[in-house]
């Protein structure tokens, strides 16, 4: 089952901050976390392999609530360069691993 | 670099007729997936490879193939394609475990069905 991404679009001036959430009906094994520009492929930014984890690089981080199902992306003081289309994936095991779902996206735009 | 790579970037076909998209890595990873993503949805699984295992989504049309000769090639065959089958198709790859590992993407390749 798809993860749920919230909210769907966000517009920010340079030097905001936002919150991207994701949340899951299922227990969540690992999150992963993806941008991706208009026109390219997905990027990688992080992935969290425990409840309670956290992480960040440069102003964005994470966070993984094991036992709500849910992550959330922070973007502080945001850049131009931070806009496009967030994604949350979501872990579905199987017998050799697991596979990734993809949240519906969450369309960042950061104005100037 | 070590690096994801599709070609061609872009594909124009004609209905119902055969196109064959191929993707090699350097990153000598041995999961390597096929996605297809419309405009404005998040990419949707396929297929993957896992060494020479061949992994099917449950729906994924059978007009969808794909073969993995090696570890570093992988082709998506569309035998019959549709107006339905136009969108990007992404080829991304990881080692090991999807849960644990990041994904590494190609560029894409858009496929334009007439």
């Known amino acids: 089952q798809q993860p749920v991404q919230s909210p769907q679009a966000v517009i920010l001036r340079e030097g905001e901050d936002a919150v991207i959430n994701c949340s899951s009906s299922k227990a969540l094994y690992s999150v992963h976390w993806y941008r991706q520009k208009h026109g390219e492929a997905p990027v990688f930014l992080m992935i969290?392999?425990?409840?309670?984890e956290q992480k960040g690089h440069d102003k964005i981080s994470a966070s993984f609530n094991e036992k709500k199902q849910q992550s959330s992306l922070y973007l502080t003081a945001s850049q131009l360069s931070y806009s496009g289309t967030y994604f949350c994936?979501?872990?579905?095991?199987?017998?050799?691993?697991?596979?990734?779902?993809f949240g519906q996206g969450t369309e960042l735009s950061v104005k100037p | 670099d070590a690096m994801v790579i599709q070609n061609p970037r872009y594909q124009v076909t004609q209905f119902g007729k055969p196109v064959t998209l191929s993707c090699s890595q350097t990153?000598?990873?041995?999961?390597m997936y096929w996605y297809q993503q419309k405009s404005s949805q998040a990419p949707k699984l396929l297929f993957h490879y896992y060494d020479k295992d061949f992994n099917n989504e449950a729906d994924t049309p059978d007009n969808f193939q794909s073969r993995r000769p090696n570890t570093s090639f992988c082709f998506l065959d569309i035998r019959s394609p549709g107006l339905g089958d136009a969108a990007m198709y992404l080829c991304?790859?990881?080692?090991?475990?999807?849960?644990?590992?990041?994904?590494?993407f190609g560029p894409g390749t858009r496929l334009t069905v007439l």
């Open positions: 969290l392999l425990k409840g309670g």
């Open positions: 994936g979501t872990i579905r095991l199987y017998n050799q691993g697991g596979k990734l779902i």
């Open positions: 990153l000598n990873h041995n999961v």
């Open positions: 991304a790859t990881s080692t090991g475990l999807a849960g644990v590992n990041e994904q590494f």
